[in-house]
């Protein structure tokens, strides 16, 4: 499948320029926000696409405890297919003895500024569709607080970070991206995750499985570096 560009209704700019300071914009329609990280206080852009990686409902991947906040899906087996039936906010007596799993609904995190702060969240539907809205919650606290909230389809947030992240990629590099933001590095398989939701085309995180020692899996290393370099 070609990839296409498509017409993106938020809008994101990364500027990261140096002694570990990065400007970040960000417009969901009405106007452009502005945040301030000091990665030097550890705040940096990665922690969104931590995010919006994990609020994904089909990750499998191990998640820093603090990141995602879950509900306990309840699995069971239907005319040959796993699917989750039930939705609880924890664990109880209806999940004892069932197959259970996580269902990302809530994410947040904070940039400091250094004298200031800026505070995420992000909430979902709790189930297992894949295409969702997300809404966010912005908290921006400087000479004087304010308080922003939006409700975004997901695959556009992911299209509004990932350009932006492919834009401060291709002008700094990842060795000058990691320095001019002082401890910042680029999770190249998030990123190319979020460009195949934004683009509607996964072709790019398709496995193939082989037999030699095992059962193991390769992906496609040239649709890779075709959509990296890809512009939003």
């Not at 259970?100 to 940039?111: A, E, L, V």
Request: aromatic share 16%; with cysteine; hydrophobic share 35%.
């Amino acid at each position: 499948m070609e990839l296409v560009k498509r017409e993106c209704n938020v809008k994101m700019r990364l500027i990261p320029y140096g002694a570990g300071w990065t400007d970040f914009y960000a417009d969901f329609g009405d106007g452009e926000l502005y945040f301030i990280l000091s990665n030097s206080m550890g705040s940096n852009y990665s922690d969104l696409v931590d995010a919006l990686y994990y609020m994904y409902p089909d990750q499998n991947d191990y998640v820093e405890p603090g990141i995602i906040e879950y509900k306990i899906g309840v699995v069971e087996e239907i005319n040959g297919e796993r699917v989750v039936t039930k939705i609880y906010d924890r664990y109880c007596d209806d999940t004892l003895g069932c197959t259970c799993r996580d269902i990302p609904w809530r994410t947040s995190f904070s940039w400091d500024e250094e004298g200031s702060w800026s505070h995420w969240t992000m909430e979902r539907v709790p189930d297992t569709n894949t295409e969702f809205s997300l809404k966010i919650s912005i908290d921006i606290d400087r000479s004087e607080a304010k308080h922003y909230e939006y409700e975004v389809p997901y695959k556009d947030m992911c299209y509004a970070v990932a350009d932006a992240y492919t834009k401060a990629l291709k002008k700094h590099g990842f060795w000058g991206y990691h320095y001019a933001t002082f401890t910042d590095d680029v999770n190249v398989r998030q990123l190319l995750f979020l460009k195949s939701i934004a683009l509607g085309n996964m072709e790019a995180r398709t496995l193939t499985y082989y037999d030699e020692k095992g059962m193991g899996e390769t992906s496609d290393f040239d649709r890779e570096l075709e959509l990296l370099l890809f512009d939003m």
